[in-house]
């Protein structure tokens, strides 16, 4: 290979490299806390509902939440194992399903 080929080769390698860096960072990048909150709460309304069991009697309920950590994300929260209309005792495991970033 000559030496203009390898070059070429290293500038492509660079170039993919920064290309993939700068994509990375801005995914769910939203330009404020409220537009963060706000993309959280579109993709809550997106999950199902389930109904808790309480004292009060049944409550229905998103298997999805949003909660703010204190730094520059808000956690999408969600009860992986919860079933559309099923009544649950307690509360299905919950896993973070989503960052949203600002």
Request: hydrophobic residues 35%; aromatic residues 10%.
């Amino acid at each position: 290979m000559s030496g203009s080929l390898k070059i070429l080769e290293k500038m492509n390698v660079l170039i993919l490299t920064i290309s993939t860096i700068l994509v990375s960072c801005s995914i769910n990048k939203y330009a404020s806390l409220d537009a963060a909150n706000q993309a959280c709460l579109n993709w809550k309304r997106n999950g199902i509902t389930f109904k808790h069991k309480t004292i009060f009697g049944n409550i229905e309920v998103y298997s999805r939440f949003c909660e703010y950590d204190g730094k520059k994300q808000i956690l999408g929260w969600e009860n992986s194992k919860a079933e559309k209309g099923k009544v649950h005792q307690n509360y299905p495991e919950r896993i973070i399903k989503k960052r949203f970033h600002f």
